[in-house]
């Protein structure tokens, strides 16, 4: 590595005083910026500041930062000072002048006359010495670093020795940036595709609750974050009827998200040719052990209502077992058979429930009564069933509820409800929701 140079910034003589102070203050200040940069991790910020810093160091004629593009293994132009010729985003490739000679060897060049030098490309009329330091770090080119001055072999030793310690650095806060930038840019673009994702799952479920004489029908659901994998829908069928369906896919997120998607548009196509619900989860669950991946799977609750003679015919696949609260009393109705959906074949049992003047039943999912505190006490189905006990409950009440009593702390698991309320029959009473 040739380094020709004088100990007195070009000029004859030995150094008075005044320069040597003078060397030593510059020393000292790069010394201390290249300390600094190794904290900064805004790209845009940290090039401008090495080469404006360097420049108002060394009273350099022109600084050039170029930082290597691995995709087309060139080296661009990232950061300049001085120069008129060339302007940021100027690429160069291997073996090109003093930076890319610099780049296909990894050693550093020094031409202390540049009208001599075989790499230099001319660029300012006033640059007599020049020099080109590789950005390293771990073995790996980061980039290239040059330096020019006005005056013939104007870097001393010491100075060549100070501008590779700082490349070194330099090195290691681009390295550092460019991940941290990455990093950034990743986060965003999951951001934004968790929020379209988002949108879109929330465009699936229903924007209002139906109109069915005789009854009102709602539902709620809240994400534990930005998607989930709980579902409810209201499907209208024929002569007047209603499917009911609340599911929760095993997962979480985007992926839970998608296959969340699939079983709603296989449920809504099933429903309109099934004979009940139980007839409806077992094609379901045939036509998902076919197309599911290992290891996924779908509790749900299925439902089918007819207004005219008030009678819900339930299926569950796996699910939690639904809370029928009628004046004379409530139970839990519980299915003999229905393993979740996707695992194996499987049989699925039906119940027939009679809505009589004022019943209410819900279908709700683990993130309601699995809502926990911090010793792990969960909500637990008493306290569901003491909401539901109330004539006046609705789904923002209970939903409050179960984020009072876990002290702000959150959901867990995405929490989904459907309250089904039978009204009175009595003349002069509502008849719709």
Request: net charge negative.
């Amino acid at each position: 590595m040739a380094t020709n140079s004088v100990t007195n910034f070009g000029f004859s003589g030995p150094p008075v005083p005044e320069a040597a102070a003078l060397r030593v203050a510059e020393l000292v200040r790069l010394q201390k910026f290249a300390q600094r940069i190794t904290s900064t991790l805004d790209l845009e910020e940290l090039v401008p500041r090495i080469v404006d810093e360097v420049a108002a160091s060394l009273g350099c004629v022109e600084i050039n930062l170029y930082l290597r593009d691995p995709e087309q293994d060139e080296f661009i132009l990232a950061g300049v000072h001085g120069c008129s010729v060339y302007c940021e985003g100027h690429r160069l490739k291997k073996g090109a002048g003093m930076v890319g000679h610099v780049a296909a060897t990894g050693k550093m060049h020094y031409a202390p006359d540049v009208a001599r030098d075989p790499y230099y490309v001319a660029c300012e009329p006033d640059t007599r010495s020049e020099v080109a330091i590789p950005l390293q770090r771990e073995g790996d080119m980061v980039g290239v670093f040059t330096a020019s001055h006005c005056e013939l072999n104007a870097f001393c030793p010491d100075q060549l020795r100070l501008l590779q310690g700082l490349c070194a650095h330099v090195a290691v806060a681009v390295h550092n940036a460019r991940r941290f930038r990455d990093e950034r840019q990743q986060r965003e673009r999951m951001s934004r595709e968790a929020e379209e994702a988002r949108s879109i799952q929330q465009a699936l479920l229903p924007r209002t609750s139906p109109l069915i004489p005789g009854f009102s029908v709602s539902g709620l659901s809240v994400p534990a974050g930005s998607v989930g994998g709980d579902w409810y829908d209201f499907i209208p069928l024929r002569e007047g009827r209603w499917g009911l369906v609340l599911a929760d896919v095993s997962g979480k997120g985007t992926a839970a998200a998608l296959l969340m998607s699939a079983t709603r548009g296989m449920l809504r196509s099933l429903a309109q040719t099934g004979s009940g619900p139980a007839e409806v989860l077992t094609r379901l669950n045939n036509m998902m052990i076919e197309d599911f991946p290992s290891g996924r799977f779908v509790t749900m609750v299925y439902a089918e209502l007819d207004p005219s003679s008030r009678v819900l015919r339930i299926a569950n696949a796996g699910h939690l077992a639904p809370l029928l609260v009628e004046p004379r009393g409530h139970r839990w109705i519980n299915h003999e058979h229905g393993l979740p959906l996707g695992i194996s074949a499987s049989k699925f049992s039906e119940t027939e429930v009679t809505l009589g003047e004022h019943s209410r039943i819900a279908f709700y999912s683990d993130g309601i009564t699995e809502a926990d505190i911090d010793s792990g006490e969960e909500y637990g189905p008493e306290r569901l069933l003491a909401q539901m006990q109330s004539p006046d409950v609705t789904l923002d009440g209970l939903l409050a509820d179960v984020m009072k009593f876990s002290n702000g702390k959150g959901l867990r698991d995405d929490a989904t409800v459907i309250l089904v309320r039978a009204r009175g029959t009595e003349p002069g009473s509502s008849k719709n929701a």
